[in-house]
């Protein structure tokens, strides 16, 4: 029996949502749902698409978890879980 389909080109690929990363397709879902309740839904599609897009071109060459990341940086410590062996985020400088 012939089997024919998708064989990812690593064990780590992450998964798509139609032609997106998962991350990415979050953007875009969320600018265009800005875009339908603001009562534009055509340019929030636009803009969404465009920010995916960026973002896509941003995470070019970086680690797969590179949201997380951004988000640990970025963010308020008491908003991003945080595990036992990593430090807070607003610790930059360590000794020793």
């Given at each position: 029996?012939?089997?024919?389909?998708?064989?990812?080109?690593?064990?780590?690929?992450?998964?798509?949502?139609l032609?997106?990363?998962?991350?990415?397709?979050?953007?875009?879902?969320?600018?265009?749902?800005m875009?339908?309740?603001?009562?534009?839904?055509?340019?929030?599609m636009?803009?969404?698409?465009?920010?995916?897009?960026?973002?896509?071109?941003?995470?070019?060459g970086?680690?797969?978890?590179?949201?997380?990341?951004?988000?640990?940086?970025?963010?308020?410590?008491?908003?991003?879980?945080?595990?036992?062996?990593?430090?807070?985020?607003?610790?930059?400088?360590?000794?020793?």
């Amino acid at each position: 029996m012939d089997e024919t389909g998708y064989i990812p080109k690593s064990l780590e690929a992450q998964e798509r949502f139609l032609w997106w990363e998962f991350d990415q397709a979050i953007l875009f879902l969320l600018v265009m749902g800005m875009g339908v309740v603001s009562g534009a839904m055509l340019a929030g599609m636009v803009f969404g698409g465009l920010i995916a897009w960026q973002y896509g071109r941003l995470k070019t060459g970086k680690h797969p978890k590179f949201a997380l990341h951004a988000l640990y940086w970025w963010l308020p410590s008491w908003i991003v879980i945080r595990a036992r062996a990593t430090p807070p985020s607003h610790h930059r400088f360590f000794l020793g």
